[in-house]
């Protein structure tokens, strides 16, 4: 995810102590301890009735600043907030929710992914963290500090393997931190891989952001939002090798990825668009098929998948971002 204009000035994280300029867009939040307390955890049963009868669009609390929104296996959205870190679970068939991760002033929940086991990891942005959060109780497992760069800004993550692989948009490194209630519930050993090839990083701006892996889970995908390029990125090595894109100058923007199969769907936020795109199976070009948009777009940035549907936050970058404006979430056909 990414704004493509100065981020805030970096803050610390760990300790949670000064308050961010945007803090107040959530108002003073409990504890999590409390939070999740008083959210109940996420029924187990399955699905039930037709999706096409679900909403397609939800609200999200106002001032709540949100970029990323996972979804894992049962249909219950996690969208984080800049403002302060917090994490909210909709239910996909009724459109409701609530805050299962108050956050703390000075962090942010930029990009998100939720694991089978139930543990979310969230990158933290400027203040150069990977958290793990237990998403059935909203318990804050374990941070950690990926950089001390104030140039920093850890920006989305992928489950793949062992571990779950962060992007810092200000560096040219992916970061590999440990999976699992064993390995991201407590301090581990985080593997850092530099990217070579290919790859080039462009100062003072966002480049490494949405991260997928290869159809053939060896491998990643990296968009690098400026000027707008697809790689395809080496576990072992690091090396990138920059796809080259068929129908499609570029992929300027490039955010949120989201990949089904061969099928590549490139989240473009301030241009209201998503792009989609067939893979070849070594993963060295991508082809355009066709694009999505819709009047409701209001800068996207991540999406995530449910059964057959895409469901997309809008950040709103073009709107003042005060505790007063409002935010939502929509969901367009696949």
Not at 285 to 295: E, F, G, N, Y
């Amino acid at each position: 995810m990414t704004r493509n204009h100065p981020h805030p000035s970096r803050r610390t994280i760990l300790g949670g102590g000064a308050a961010a300029a945007l803090a107040l867009a959530v108002g003073t939040a409990p504890t999590a301890a409390a939070a999740a307390s008083a959210t109940p955890a996420a029924p187990t049963g399955p699905a039930t009735g037709p999706a096409t009868a679900w909403p397609t669009e939800f609200p999200l609390a106002d001032g709540f600043l949100p970029e990323g929104i996972t979804i894992g296996a049962r249909p219950y959205a996690y969208m984080g907030s800049r403002a302060n870190g917090a994490v909210r679970r909709t239910d996909l068939r009724t459109g409701e929710g609530g805050t299962i991760y108050t956050g703390a002033p000075g962090t942010a929940a930029v990009g998100l992914k939720v694991d089978h086991d139930g543990l979310l990891y969230i990158a933290g942005g400027a203040g150069g963290t990977a958290t793990v959060v237990d998403s059935r109780t909203g318990r804050l497992l374990t941070t950690y500090q990926l950089t001390d760069s104030a140039g920093c800004f850890v920006n989305d993550v992928i489950l793949l393997g062992d571990r779950a692989w962060f992007t810092d948009s200000r560096d040219s490194v992916l970061h590999g931190v440990p999976r699992g209630r064993q390995g991201g519930g407590r301090q581990g050993e985080v593997r850092r891989l530099p990217l070579s090839g290919d790859w080039v990083q462009t100062p003072d701006v966002h480049n490494a952001n949405g991260i997928v892996a290869t159809p053939d889970g060896r491998g990643l995908i990296v968009v690098s939002s400026v000027p707008g390029r697809l790689y395809h990125v080496d576990l072992g090595t690091g090396r990138a090798i920059e796809l080259a894109l068929h129908g499609a100058d570029d992929v300027a923007n490039g955010d949120g990825l989201v990949r089904v199969g061969r099928t590549l769907y490139v989240v473009q936020n301030r241009l209201n668009l998503i792009s989609v795109f067939a893979l070849d199976r070594a993963v060295r070009s991508a082809t355009l098929r066709r694009t999505i948009t819709d009047p409701r777009f209001d800068v996207p940035t991540t999406a995530a998948r449910w059964r057959d549907r895409l469901y997309l936050v809008n950040a709103r970058f073009t709107s003042p971002q005060t505790p007063e404006t409002t935010f939502n979430a929509v969901a367009v056909p696949l």
